[in-house]
């Protein structure tokens, strides 16, 4: 979501290495299986869900089924979290909830991450350019919003509410895809790069905490930056060739390109869930 990267660079990555073989046995015969985690079992399939995929190619409808029913079964404490932690509380200091962030794993074709809310803790409306994502609640319970780009234009309407509400003279029309609460357990939540959602934004109505698999990560180098949006009532702007019935409106927005963030506070913290195996 934007902050992924730059906390991910300050982290790195987070994996440990296979034991070695030994030639050692044991008198009742080779060992069991380990037991794969679900973390494990997660980064094994994005492994092979996003094999041959990349900006703006989402995975074959059987891959995205196959990842969403691996998510669709964990739980908070399968990735080593539990909701007594002090990430789900709320400090009365701060002018605004923060949220913390928990790098996972990255490499180039995906990256995995868990953002942790306290309640009221608001994630803004932000896009995931050329991006298939799967956000997975963990616990609690959140308030999700979310657009997809209506026709592909930009206006610069004349404002009918409140000029001084408009910091940047583009606007654009976007329609509604999802504006609905959710509670753990459900499943997860799938976006694409043109359709599902791609910009949303996340409210925490309890403290909660998502999981969340980008396929492929955010990189500004590839012209994947995470842009965030003010989303305005269609009855605020007037364009000409724009029409939408009066019983219509609600299923829209203006979306408007924003710069300073005064409302998200987000803070890194390590990951120390069960550790991927890399092979």
């Known amino acids: ?25 044991s008198k009742r015969g080779r060992r069991r299986p380990r037991k794969v985690s679900p973390v494990q079992k997660l980064f094994d399939t994005c492994k092979e869900v996003f094999s041959s995929c990349g900006a703006g190619i989402v995975p074959p409808p059987r891959d995205v089924e196959k990842l969403a029913s691996v998510l669709n079964t964990m739980r908070l404490a399968d990735v080593g979290l539990n909701p007594g932690m002090p990430y789900f509380r709320t400090d009365f200091q701060d002018e605004v909830p923060r949220i913390t962030y928990m790098h996972v794993y990255e490499c180039d074709k995906f990256s995995i991450g868990i953002f942790c809310l306290p309640p009221s803790g608001v994630i803004p409306l932000h896009n995931h350019p050329g991006m298939t994502v799967f956000s997975k609640l963990l616990f609690g319970s959140m308030h999700i919003k979310s657009y997809d780009w209506e026709d592909d234009f930009s206006i610069n309407p004349a404002p009918n509410g409140n000029p001084s509400q408009v910091q940047h003279p583009g606007v654009r029309l976007a329609k509604v895809k999802v504006d609905a609460d959710f509670t753990a357990p459900c499943n997860s939540s799938i976006l694409y790069p043109a359709a599902g959602g791609n910009m949303h934004r996340f409210t925490a109505l309890t403290a909660c905490a998502v999981l969340d698999v980008l396929g492929p990560p955010y990189s500004y180098s590839e012209d994947r930056d995470c842009t965030y949006y003010y989303d305005f009532p269609f009855a605020n702007f007037s364009a000409d060739g724009v029409s939408v019935p009066e019983e219509e409106r609600e299923a829209y927005a203006w979306l408007q390109e924003r710069d300073k963030l005064e409302d998200f506070a987000v803070d890194g913290a390590a990951y120390n869930g069960p550790k991927i195996v890399e092979c």
């Open 1 to 25: 979501m934007g902050i992924e990267t730059a906390l991910a660079d300050r982290k790195g990555k987070v994996y440990c290495e296979l034991p070695k073989e030994t030639n050692s046995r």
